[in-house]
């Protein structure tokens, strides 16, 4: 009875603990932080969803159980998003499916889809659910290294070229988070041409769909031609439009995929709960000006936060899409390792972030900063780091 769970003892320790702990420890000091650590949006969903949610659930016949795999009207909002957004036409019968959040969804389509000793590719650094989902599930990953100067195609050919059994799919995640990169519709052409050749599944996380700040929006996989034999997708209402809480995603494509995954589902849940479905199809077929306005504060504060950090010192690439900058450590603190510089930001200068090595040993040398403060949080902890970052000879010799 003291044997640790099998599936339990492949998970490591949780990198972000650590943070977390010391975080919660200042805070009961009655220490003022500014938290970039999480991607959780500080602002409510649109007036316009939460008062559609608050007429559902005024309906007493809403509160038995849902659908499990989403209530009809949702799947055609599902569809009609994909039609106005991607000129992608989906099936709402049969090629898409409403998640409890696409985190829920790509944990689900794991277990439906994976044989223990399966092969994933995983990009690396990535967020975890992306190759944890599947380790839970029994599959040994694979992880494609997503570094400056990586070659993607290069190093997806070398993964599949050195992996017995064959791969069974590979995780995409664009606009990236932790790194917040963006590809082309180029981009997936090459890799939908190639796992078709190679007979792999693709899984693409396209959560950050609406969260860019140039004019380049990002593509969806599925507008590539023959994608739909092999690729789902999944997006997410948590960025969009600020329902984190509410559990709300949706995976489309592949009709074998979205089966799977709608056959595990129904063993496993009713859904989410209707009035969230209800108000989630509202938000779809709404007004979408809330959605510039989302955009426009996100990129205001990205500017604020990198302009800022510039001039404190420490030079961050502005990103193009997502909530994130994934920010190089400072030159003079590169030796310590991004957990042990993001406790000593949180000490010295008040400031959570999440340390790159926590998304994969390929994000080491990187911490991840949420633009999730408003900007004037935003302008005093980059005022704190500056101030930390002048004492930075006084605080090297105390750690050394």
């Known amino acids: 009875m003291d044997n640790e769970f ?37 602002q ?28 009809p009207g949702l799947r055609k909002a599902i569809s009609a998003y994909y039609e106005r957004r991607f000129n992608v036409d989906i099936c709402p019968e049969t090629e ?4 409890i959040g696409s985190k829920e969804g790509l944990a689900n389509l794991a277990q439906a889809i994976t044989s223990p000793g399966d092969i994933i590719l995983a990009p690396n650094p990535s967020y975890p659910i992306h190759a944890f989902g599947f380790i839970i599930a029994g599959a040994a990953i694979r992880s494609i290294p997503m570094l400056d100067e990586t070659d993607f195609m290069e190093q997806l050919e070398r993964a599949v070229r050195h992996s017995v059994p064959k791969p069974l799919a590979i995780i995409l995640n664009y606009p990236s988070n932790p790194t917040a990169r963006v590809v082309d519709l180029d981009f997936y052409g090459q890799v939908v041409d190639f796992c078709r050749h190679h ?14 700040f140039d004019d380049f929006a990002p593509p969806s996989i599925l507008e590539v031609p023959g994608a739909r034999d092999i690729a789902v997708e999944f997006l997410s209402m948590s960025k969009t439009y600020s329902m984190a809480g509410w559990r709300v995603g949706f995976c489309s494509g592949n009709k074998k995929l979205v089966s799977a995954l709608t056959r595990v589902k129904s063993y496993v849940d009713y859904g989410a709960f209707t009035p969230i479905q209800v108000a989630a199809t509202a938000a779809l077929n709404g007004p979408q000006d809330c959605v510039d306005e989302m955009r426009a504060r996100y990129r205001g504060r990205r500017d604020v936060l990198i302009n800022g950090l510039a001039a404190a010192g420490w030079d961050v690439p502005s990103p193009p899409a997502t909530m994130f900058a994934w920010a190089p450590l400072p030159k003079e603190f590169a030796h310590m390792g991004s957990l042990e510089f993001s406790k000593l930001l949180l000490e010295e200068a008040e400031v959570a972030v999440a340390p790159g090595v926590g998304f994969g040993e390929y994000g080491e040398g990187y911490v991840r900063l949420g633009v999730v403060e408003n900007e004037q949080r935003i302008r005093q902890a980059v005022k704190k780091i500056k101030g930390m970052m002048g004492r930075k000879e006084e605080i090297l010799e105390r750690l050394s």
């Open 6 to 42: 099998h599936r339990i003892k492949r998970l490591p320790p949780y990198v972000f603990a650590e943070v977390n702990a010391l975080k919660a420890k200042a805070r009961a000091e009655a220490r003022d932080i500014v938290d970039f650590g999480m991607g959780n949006p500080d």
């Open 44 to 71: 409510p969903p649109p007036q316009h969803v939460i008062a559609k949610l608050a007429e559902a659930a005024a309906n007493p016949r809403t509160h038995g159980y849902s659908t499990s795999r989403g209530i």
């Open 96 to 99: 898409t499916i409403a998640t």
């Open 199 to 212: 007979g792999i599944y693709i899984i693409s996380d396209l959560a950050y769909a609406e969260v860019y």
